[in-house]
């Protein structure tokens, strides 16, 4: 007979079992004197495991523990995991306003003297990302990361059309890919993030780098600028037109599957980051034979304000040194990134693997490669824009990323208008 | 004898409910130090956020529909498994299968299998399958249900089928021999036996999908159009990816209030006076 207080506290137990979830956090340990870093997993990451693992043989008394997550998980543990000081001692991030409220809490350390070298090898406009006021918390460390539009053109073919270059061809094409049964686009819609790529590559092109610059800097109204409105709108006439796979909602990005759908023929288009080349080069090396990928730029909106070579992003991943870390795993970390980063091994395995680090004067060494026209191309569109606009979750202040990404999800369920989400986003600017 | 158990439970229920409330009463987002905000996070939680109350509807719906679609089939399996049909063995092998495996995996496993372009339906000849499964708000909410059910059937069919064993014999014998058919023996005789299996499977049911979390977290993430952000997703979404930490808290204080609320009403309305074994020969 074990009546009631045995079932109560059996529902009790249930009920304060979800309160763990609050109580988990990170991983690294700050009492050991053994350096960590969290990587991703998949395309370059692979690379910089093997990195890591190369400085581990050479330097077995500075040996870095290596744990690697998927892109989604990973970005919701590291924030907990720096707030309650158990952060790995290299902490990877998008630079943005996620930086920028580390460097406010003392969470990472001032690498500006220690990476000075490291720095004049790199693209400027790339670097500029980790500084803040002048001093540098954090530098690039894996690949340019704009996003491009890829095409399969075995699809194109079949249906006797060239691809876009601006947004009457564009329309015109969803309609001929309409009635070939094919979907104009995937569209990774269940991770929210890739709708950004949109949206704000359309406020680009409508308005220029402007309209965004005035949400970063925090102005009140500033998701009310038409640019903004009307990106949202095209939005909402692109969903109406059947442009993306119907089932959008329930593909994710976190198994390339938007990508795949290109690679298989479902799908015409896909607008993605130039992750997603080494990626397929992993998962569907035959279709990378066939030669049928292609890649574009973003498509120009006749009457835009906006340059149609600016482009859309992440300017890289970016290591910083975690301040919570002990004196030796600090000076670990420090020791990796100025002598060890971008190693001629590491520079080689990257582009081998479809990546363009961000180095300066790299044209000879993609030459040299075996596939060097996306390099090539990928290379060009970083250094020829006048704008790389970074990606608009990353760019905004933490507390808005959220709501951003529901309101836009909203957008192109096209259950809100684009003056709610205006409206809606605009409550969401910080006040101070 | 207790101490174990009461230090158990202080530990990892009391101590972490108590900070939860305390965090209920703050302003805090993951990094920097909480400060405190008084009532207001209750105050917007509640009054403020019209979202509290359509994850609360949805959580209604999902306890509901969770309790409807697996006590009949954690029943019926249950008995089935008692009983003594040739390859009932294997079968009980096979019903078991999915309580072996991590919800992670399950929930991978699923994500694929509803795939609209590469799942079950893009697969199948049936062209009046829907192949939204995911995406489409109006459904996604009883594939969930069902996703979550097949995961838990098997549990408490395992709890009915050890009720059953327990029922003695002797009674359905006598119920034969008084002209009783298998239908009337289940009724008259099996149910009211499995009464109190049936008490403790409906709370671990209605109590378990009330805090229920990774599968619908790992399927959906809450989406589309938050159509299953029912609120243990809608509290780890509010603290983690939006960072609000304090209304996460408001929203935990709910659930558990809830919870405590639900099992104390299930101990009320099933006579924990009348606790008492009715067995032959207890």
């Known amino acids: 007979m074990w009546g009631r207080k045995a079932r109560l506290s059996t529902a009790v137990l249930a009920a304060g079992s979800l309160l763990g979830l609050s109580a988990c956090g990170g991983g690294g340990d700050a009492e050991t004197a053994e350096p960590d870093a969290w990587v991703l997993n998949g395309g370059v990451w692979t690379v910089v495991e093997e990195d890591f693992e190369a400085w581990n043989e050479e330097n077995p008394e500075q040996s870095f523990t290596v744990e690697s997550f ?185 198994n390339n599957e938007d990508a795949h759908l290109v690679a298989d023929g479902l799908s015409a288009m896909v607008l993605q980051g130039s992750w997603v080349y080494s990626r397929l080069l992993e998962e569907s090396p035959d279709f990378m034979e066939s030669g049928n990928l292609g890649v574009t730029t973003f498509p120009s909106i006749p009457g835009g304000a906006g340059d149609p070579e600016s482009i859309v992003g992440n300017p890289a991943n970016f290591w910083s040194v975690s301040a919570n870390a002990t004196q030796e795993e600090q000076q ?101 | 004898m207790a101490l174990p158990a009461v230090l158990f439970f202080g530990i990892f229920a009391l101590i972490p409910l108590f900070g939860v409330v305390v965090i209920s009463f703050m302003e805090w987002n993951v990094l920097g130090s909480p400060s405190w905000v008084g009532l207001s996070n209750w105050q917007a939680v509640l009054f403020d956020r019209p979202f509290t109350w359509t994850a609360l509807g949805l959580t209604i719906t999902f306890v509901i529909g969770s309790y409807l679609f697996q006590a009949p089939v954690a029943l019926l399996l249950g008995v089935f498994m008692a009983g003594q049909q040739r390859y009932r063995a294997l079968l009980a092998v096979l019903y078991f299968l999915p309580l072996l495996f991590s919800s992670v995996a399950v929930g991978l496993t699923f994500q694929s299998l509803f795939s609209p372009n590469y799942g079950l339906s893009a697969a199948l000849p049936f062209d009046w399958l829907p192949n939204d499964w995911l995406s489409n708000s109006d459904l996604v909410m009883w594939v969930m249900i069902f996703v979550v059910g097949w995961c838990f059937v098997p549990f408490h069919g395992l709890l009915y089928q050890a009720g059953v064993r327990q029922i003695p014999q002797s009674m359905y014998e006598a119920a034969t021999i008084d002209g009783a058919g298998r239908v009337r023996q289940f009724f008259s005789i099996t149910i009211p036996q499995l009464r109190y299996t049936i008490i403790t499977s409906s709370t ?79």
């Open chain 2, 204 to 282: 671990l049911m209605l109590v378990g999908s009330l805090t229920y979390f990774d599968l619908i977290f790992v399927l959906t993430g809450g989406q589309p159009a938050n159509a299953v952000r029912i609120l243990p997703l809608d509290m780890y979404v509010t603290g983690f990816s939006s960072y609000n930490l304090g209304y996460a808290s408001v929203i935990a204080v709910i659930l558990v209030a809830i919870g405590l609320t639900l099992s104390l009403l299930l101990n009320i309305i099933s006579g924990s006076s009348k606790m008492e074994s009715d067995k032959a020969g207890a």
């Open chain 1, 332 to 432: 670990a970390g420090i020791d990796y990134l100025s002598e060890w980063l971008f190693n001629d091994d590491y520079v080689d395995g990257m582009l081998a693997t479809g990546n363009i680090p961000p180095l300066t004067g790299l044209e000879d060494k993609i030459a040299e490669t075996e596939d060097p026209e996306f390099l090539d191309f990928a290379y060009g569109m970083v250094q020829d824009a006048p704008n790389f606009q970074l990606s608009w979750d990353q760019a905004v202040d933490p507390s808005q990323e959220r709501a951003l990404l529901e309101n836009l999800g909203q957008v192109f369920e096209g259950s809100i208008t684009p003056e709610e989400f205006a409206e809606n986003m605009n409550a969401t600017q910080p006040s101070d």
């Open chain 1, 70 to 254: 998927a892109n989604d998980i990973y970005k919701d543990r590291i924030r907990t995991a720096v707030g309650s000081g158990e952060a790995p001692t290299l902490i990877v991030g998008w630079t943005g306003g996620g930086l920028l409220e580390y460097v406010e809490g003392d969470y990472v350390t001032d690498i500006t003297e220690e990476t000075a070298e490291l720095r004049e090898r790199l693209i400027d406009s790339v670097v500029a990302n980790g500084e803040v006021d002048g001093t540098t918390y954090a530098v690039p460390m894996n690949n340019v990361q704009p996003v491009m539009m890829y095409y399969n053109q075995e699809v194109f073919d079949e249906a006797g059309i060239e691809v876009p270059t601006d947004w009457d061809e564009l329309l015109e094409a969803v309609e001929v890919f309409q009635d070939q049964g094919v979907h104009p686009f995937s569209l990774a819609g269940g991770s929210l993030w890739p709708m950004l790529m949109w949206a704000s590559y359309l406020t680009d092109r409508i308005g220029g780098p402007e309209a965004f610059e005035a949400v970063v800097a925090g102005e009140p109204e500033a998701w009310s600028h038409p640019a903004i409105i009307e990106a949202m709108e095209r939005i909402q006439e692109l969903v109406d037109a059947g442009a993306f796979d119907p089932g959008f909602a329930s593909v994710v990005a976190d």
